[in-house]
């Protein structure tokens, strides 16, 4: 199982760390970190990764995956990686995300006509693609399975192993990382946290609304336009 995991400056280093561990279980699993170099990445918190190949030597992926992390917005009017995105998807047995890394699939036009989800901050952006916005935690439509927001990725992860391999590796695997969820507040939703905590939180977000909807628009209307390979 070749399996192919773009990162790229200010991306959220949890959306891909917690998929990379669960995929690193696989016995047959081949997994490359890939990025334009092989320079050092830093994601948004200045963690630095190390890519393993870069867009031009990457391996046809049977497994491609892209993580989320505010620089996702940079990447979708970016011509090389959604071209190579495109290209990957095209052999790829498997299309996935996680948080908004759905919008860079999205972007190269590799989510239309699919049902997807994302943060829950950002997930209706879906929609400016022609995909279908759905809020659950794991989204599994044909070949695409997107995850919504960063911890979301080791559900995403499972439920991808379990598709492929069966639900008792998955399980397996789950119990061999205790992954077994037991947070200290029942409110990693706005469903089930209070109004005043989810408006906070919409109001440190609020610098950049605008200007991540504009991306987002823009990124549309050049993906119905056809994007030049």
Known sequence: MQIVILIYPNMTQLDFTGPFEVFASLPDAKIDLVWKTTDPVRDVNGLTIVPSASLADAP???LLFVPGGFGQATLMDDDEVLG???QQA???KYVTSVCTGSLVLAAAGLLTGYRATSHWHW???LRLFGAEPVSERVVIDRNRITGAGVSAGIDMALSLVAEIYGEPIA???QLGIE???NPPFDGGHPDRESPEIVDALKA???GIEEARWEVAEKAAARMKEGVPE
């Open 179 to 181: 992954y077994d969820p």
């Open 171 to 173: 399980r397996t695997i």
């Open 60 to 62: 046809q992926a049977d």
């Open 204 to 206: 440190r977000l609020a």
């Open 84 to 86: 190579w995105l495109r």
């Open 90 to 92: 095209e052999g790829a």
């Open 123 to 125: 997930i209706e952006q």
